[in-house]
């Protein structure tokens, strides 16, 4: 048997990647939440049956509870795409823009961290969760036009380790609010 010489300690693989393996790819690997799985699938299961967008929904709870794990499973239980983003990139409602106008039918926008939204940003959202439109003023003073422009139903998903930063309006746009612990 030859030997294997060893130069680090330290493994190879960054560990970025092996967080990335770890974290299950489909809800139904999660190990633990038994009853948020439950009560979500039960969601699930009735948005796919009507053909309709899964409910806003909010978690929070203490880091590493699944938060961000419920969130990127189920789009892909729910065959839908996922867009991305954090409420500290979130500075301004015109960066939220992007974001609502390229969301498909039925997909999925996920905000981490969603307490750090700045107030007009989450005064932006009220009327995108609730009518799925936004309004765009173009131009300025005398001479600005409002556009409301119409979005696809989507499904918007929050996480936060700071529920009790959110504002009451916020969070009672949440038709699902999961408390991790």
């Known amino acids: 048997m030859a030997r294997e010489t060893i130069i680090s300690g330290m493994d190879n693989e960054p560990s970025d990647e092996k967080d990335r393996d770890l974290r299950p790819s489909s809800i139904h690997d999660m190990v633990g939440q038994r009853d948020v799985f439950d009560r979500l699938m039960i969601a699930v299961d009735a948005a796919v049956k009507r053909g309709d967008p899964l409910g806003h929904i909010l978690f929070d709870g203490p880091p590493g509870l699944g938060k961000t794990t419920f969130a990127l499973c189920l789009p892909r239980e729910l065959k839908v795409n996922v867009q991305l983003t954090s409420g500290a990139a ?17 997909s999925v926008l996920f905000i981490d961290e969603i307490h750090r939204l700045p107030k007009p940003v989450e005064e932006y959202l009220y009327t995108a969760m609730e009518d799925f439109r936004i309004d765009i003023v173009n131009g300025e003073g005398t001479n600005a036009r409002t556009l409301n422009l ?30 991790l612990d």
């Open 90 to 106: 979130l500075q301004a409602p015109k960066d939220l823009v992007p974001y609502l106008t390229n969301a498909d039918e039925r």
């Open 150 to 179: 119409w979005l696809k139903p989507f499904t918007l998903i929050g996480a936060t380790t700071r529920a009790g930063l959110l504002s009451a309006p916020l969070r009672d746009r949440f038709q699902i609010r999961e408390h």
